[in-house]
Nanobody
Framework: VQLQASGGGLVQPGGSLRLLCEAF????????MGWFRQAPGTEREFVAA???????TYADSVKGRFFVSGDNAKATVYLQMNNLRPEDTATYYC???????????????WGQGTLVTVSS
């Protein structure tokens, strides 16, 4: 499975962005998909994940602001990010695995990352 993330950019605090992750390969729509982020000098952290059946889970830091959704027919997962804060600045990665988990080690496939910068 190959993953391609896009949609990052520069946004002001309080603004919104939507990230996309396209999956390519056999049975790519049957994987659980996760979003992680990593800021310079920090460890990669879990953001959100969705199972192929639509069950989702979020990190406490983004609950109520970020929303993950998927389109199985397009093998694409979206991360809608609202009310962005400077501390959301990071490179965002999508990942595919067997089940939705918060730990990065549970995901077998990773995209290249897309940079999100929240700044005025």
């Amino acid at each position: 499975v190959q993953l391609q993330a896009s949609g990052g950019g520069l946004v002001q605090p309080g603004g919104s962005l939507r990230l996309l992750c396209e999956a390519f390969g056999r049975a790519s729509s049957r994987y659980a998909m996760g979003w992680f982020r990593q800021a310079p000098g920090t460890e990669r952290e879990f953001v959100a994940a969705i199972s192929w059946s639509g069950h989702s889970t979020y990190a406490d830091s983004v609950k109520g602001r970020f929303f993950v959704s998927g389109d199985n027919a397009k093998a694409t997962v979206y991360l809608q990010m609202n009310n962005l804060r400077p501390e959301d600045t990071a490179t965002y990665y999508c990942a595919a695995g067997e089940t939705i988990r918060h730990d990065a080690d549970s995901y077998n496939y990773w995209g290249q990352g897309t940079l999100v910068t929240v700044s005025s």
